[in-house]
Nanobody, 130 residues
Framework: QVHLVESGGGLVQPGGSLSVSCAIS????????????VAWFRQAPGKEREGVAC????????FYKDIVKGRFTLSRDHAKNTVYLQMNSLKPEDTGVYYC???????????????????WGQGTQVTVSS
C-alpha cells in the first residue's frame, strides 16, 4: 500500500519562499516512483481542492496551474522517493492545506481533478501572512 507523508509547511511572509515535501513509501518492484504520476493540490478554507502542479509519468511532462507558473517548482528525488514543491514569491492567496497525491494509472496528462488520484497524504498547512 502506497503511503504519502507531507512535511515542511508553515508560516511565511508575502514574497517569501517555502518548500514542502512528500515522502512516498510502499512501492513494489513493479511500480516505483517512475511509474506514478504525482501532483500537489491545495485547499483554502471554504474552497474546493485545486491542483497546482503535477508530473505525468506517462509523458514525462510537468504541469503548473497558471497562477503558480514561474513561482512554484515540482521536483522528484528518486533516491529518497520524495516529491518536493518549491514555492517562491508567495502570496496570501497561496494560503491553504497542501496535499500530495499519486497514481500509477494516469495516462496522457496529470492535470486531472482530485478524484483521479487514488493515493493521498494528510496535508500540510501553508500560511502566507505578514
Amino acid at each position: 500500500q502506497v503511503h504519502l507523508v507531507e512535511s515542511g509547511g508553515g508560516l511565511v511572509q508575502p514574497g517569501g519562499s517555502l518548500s514542502v515535501s512528500c515522502a512516498i513509501s510502499g512501492f513494489t518492484s513493479e511500480f516505483t516512483l517512475d511509474h506514478y504520476s504525482v501532483a500537489w493540490f491545495r485547499q483554502a478554507p471554504g474552497k474546493e481542492r485545486e491542483g497546482v502542479a503535477c508530473f505525468s509519468s506517462s509523458t514525462g511532462k510537468t504541469f503548473y496551474k497558471d497562477i503558480v507558473k514561474g513561482r512554484f517548482t515540482l521536483s522528484r528525488d528518486h533516491a529518497k522517493n520524495t516529491v518536493y514543491l518549491q514555492m517562491n514569491s508567495l502570496k496570501p492567496e497561496d494560503t491553504g492545506v497542501y496535499y500530495c497525491a499519486a497514481d500509477p494509472l494516469l495516462f496522457n496528462t496529470c492535470n486531472l481533478p482530485p478524484n483521479a488520484y487514488d493515493h493521498w497524504g494528510q496535508g500540510t498547512q501553508v500560511t502566507v501572512s505578514s
